[in-house]
């Protein structure tokens, strides 16, 4: 069965300091993975996407990520945070089961932006 | 964007009583998700739709049911809610290239 693992429920930055959030998964077959992002009170934004093609993937909000199999892992980074980026973020692998493609979610990673 | 409403946006409730949230797409998008989102577990599952009148369970379907009976709506309904069913409730559609977009929640107290 597929699963999803965010080792650090909570991490602290400063403000222009660089982030990096850990996200392992488990899946058999070539995995969809996706990361989100959501701010308090609102729905999930989607941050970005990988299917297939180069490990490495821009998103939105100057955020990326690489995929690395022999890892299990697709970590989001960011070069510098602006106290804006502080929400939670989710990774989530994407799975064909029953008719449909599903989602399965890690258990969020909050972020804190110190200025 | 993917023109997602949810309603209500927000709800009281007492046990036992039937709750019915709405989901709302105007893309026309054939499948759409429920979710519910708890601290420590992320996002879950409940049911989902691949078509009118399509639809299956999810991770935590139990005490909950659904139904499709047009493309732009989905309903999720608690038959008798219990306090374990407080939560926000996440409604989501697929787009373009198998990305899921959310709707903006709905958040539940069940007294």
């Known amino acids: 069965a597929q699963s999803v693992t965010q080792p650090d429920i909570h991490i602290t930055v400063s403000e222009g300091a660089s982030l990096e959030l850990r996200c392992n998964y488990s899946y058999g077959a070539t995995p969809y993975l996706f990361w989100y992002v959501q701010s308090p009170g609102q729905g999930l934004q989607l941050l970005l996407k990988?299917?297939?093609?180069?490990?490495l993937v821009q998103g939105i909000k100057g955020f990326e990520a690489e995929f690395k199999r022999s890892q299990s892992s697709f970590n989001l980074r960011k070069p510098s945070v602006h106290w804006s980026d502080a929400a939670e973020y989710f990774c989530?692998?994407?799975?064909?089961?029953?008719?449909?493609?599903?989602?399965?979610f890690g258990s969020g990673t909050q972020l804190t932006v110190l200025p | 964007d993917a023109g997602i409403t949810q309603s209500p946006r927000h709800k009281v409730t007492e046990t036992g009583t039937p709750v019915t949230l709405r989901c709302h797409q105007t893309e026309n998008h054939r499948y759409m998700y429920w979710y519910r989102q708890d601290p420590g577990h992320g996002l879950r599952l409940i049911h989902y739709s691949y078509g009118v009148k399509d639809t299956d369970k999810g991770e935590v379907s139990d005490g909950y049911s659904v139904s499709r009976s047009k493309t732009e709506d989905f309903l999720l309904t608690l038959e008798s809610a219990t306090s374990s069913q407080t939560s926000v409730y996440f409604c989501a559609t697929v787009g373009g290239g198998e990305t899921q977009y959310f709707g903006p929640g709905t958040r539940l107290l069940v007294l």
């Open positions: 990988y299917f297939s093609g180069d490990t």
């Open positions: 989530a692998v994407g799975h064909l089961s029953g008719s449909a493609r599903q989602l399965t």
